[in-house]
């Protein structure tokens, strides 16, 4: 498709699993970023990649968040032993230069929760 | 702490009337702004954004935003609503100098036929 794609769209785990959720934006984009949006907050930025490099990661929020890109397209962000307050939208975007002027076209988004 | 303030998180209001939603932020030195919508069921996409010049900015959809840099706020209005509108408003802010964007809480806005 033309936009960029989330999967799975709705991820239910056990407190303590591992899960892993994909994002895959739009050809030719350079820049992926993650964003994690808590029920009733706006969306908080987790980390930013130009192409394969990971370039920022202070967002993330303990070091059972992990991200990847290794080929500069499709991207990867791992859970690690999740707990409850991992619960939330995951949402994904990509722009196709660097640079904040360049437009963020957002996925619809994975729901995870977390019980 | 560093942060975006949206007021009035839900917003209800008939077709015809005005809207105007409030953003504030805290971080100094040069910012860019920008305000994006989510449509029920959809993504959230881009409706606007200041970098420089003119600090009102036209945007998608009869929308518009003044940014007053010694209030820190890029307010968004529209004159006239409909129901199409209905929607959740996020303002966004990015500090000079690194990419990310750092999201106000949102406005829930329903517009009533």
């Known amino acids: 498709g033309a936009g960029v794609s989330q999967s799975p769209r709705y991820k239910v785990a056990k407190r303590g699993q591992d899960v892993a959720l994909r994002c895959d934006p739009i050809?030719?984009?350079?820049?992926l970023f993650w964003y994690q949006q808590a029920l009733g907050q706006g969306p908080e930025f987790l980390t930013y990649?130009?192409?394969?490099?990971?370039?920022?990661k202070s967002g993330l929020p303990s070091d059972r968040f992990f991200a990847e890109r290794p080929e500069g397209s499709v991207s990867t962000l791992k859970i690690q032993r999740t707990q409850q307050e991992d619960s939330a939208v995951y949402l994904c975007?990509?722009?196709?230069?660097?640079?904040?002027?360049?437009?963020?076209?957002f996925g619809d988004g994975t729901r995870l929760s977390i019980l | 702490a560093q942060s975006v303030s949206q007021h009035n998180h839900h917003v209800i209001l008939s077709e015809a009337a005005s809207l105007e939603l409030g953003c504030n932020y805290s971080?100094?030195?040069?910012?860019?702004l920008f305000w994006y919508v989510q449509y029920p069921g959809q993504h959230l996409q881009l409706l606007l954004k200041?970098?420089?010049?003119?600090?009102l900015v036209k945007g998608i959809k009869g929308f518009e935003a003044e940014f007053i840099k010694s209030k820190f706020s890029f307010n968004l209005r529209k004159p006239s609503v409909q129901w199409s509108d209905t929607a959740e408003y996020f303002c966004?802010?990015?500090?000079?100098?690194?990419?990310?964007?750092?999201f106000g809480k949102g406005n829930q806005v329903v517009v009533i036929p």
């Open positions: 990649f130009q192409n394969e490099a990971q370039l920022d």
């Open positions: 050809s030719g984009h350079v820049s």
């Open positions: 971080y100094g030195g040069t910012v860019n």
């Open positions: 975007a990509s722009s196709l230069l660097r640079g904040i002027d360049q437009p963020q076209h």
């Open positions: 966004a802010v990015n500090p000079y100098g690194n990419n990310r964007l750092a």
């Open positions: 200041y970098f420089s010049g003119d600090p």
